[in-house]
């Protein structure tokens, strides 16, 4: 099964889910795989894209999920940071990453463009806020009120999948 979230790094609300979903695929580590989208609301988040832009230059180096960690479980560091590059730049160190090729993804349009593609699949899935999870396609709205709920959500979906 597939849990699709459309998220913000700088978003508290997705901040506030982060340890429900990983909870979930703790509970469920051979029936649920995260599908996480870029959807940063850069008119409400003004690190959004730029944080965005950290996890997938990280990526290009094999450490996405890595430094998506750290910057849900760092937001509340960097968010209020008027210039978070030197931090996401620190990030990218502790992950041993190189820092050459990690500030040249950084700035780079071919990575920007992998965000944007990802807003576009929101756009195209009627996303209207962050975070905004799918099951099996399935908007779950309301969002889940806890990791209990969340769970319970999951059971009757691969119940119903049976």
């Not at 901040?15 to 599908?35: F, I, S």
């Not at 996405?64 to 479980?73: A, F, P, S, V």
């Not at 806890?146 to 319970?152: C, I, L, R």
Request: charged letters at 25%; aromatic letters at 12%.
């Amino acid at each position: 099964m597939t849990l699709v979230e459309f998220g913000d790094y700088e978003c508290p609300s997705c901040g506030y889910y982060y340890p429900m979903v990983e909870e979930v695929l703790r509970r469920y580590p051979d029936k649920v795989k995260l599908e996480f989208h870029h959807y940063p609301l850069i008119q409400m988040h003004a690190h959004a894209l730029a944080a965005a832009m950290a996890a997938e230059s990280a990526g290009d180096q094999g450490k996405y999920w890595e430094m998506h960690d750290l910057l849900y479980k760092n937001q509340a560091q960097w968010a209020r940071n008027p210039n978070p590059e030197s931090q996401f730049l620190a990030y990218a160190a502790d992950l041993g990453l190189d820092a050459n090729k990690f500030m040249r993804s950084l700035k780079s349009p071919d990575v920007e463009k992998r965000i944007l593609e990802d807003i576009q699949r929101g756009s195209i899935a009627k996303v209207e806020g962050t975070p905004s999870f799918y099951i099996n396609g399935q908007s779950l709205n309301p969002l889940p009120k806890g990791v209990d709920e969340f769970a319970a959500l999951i059971d009757s979906t691969l119940q119903a999948s049976k």
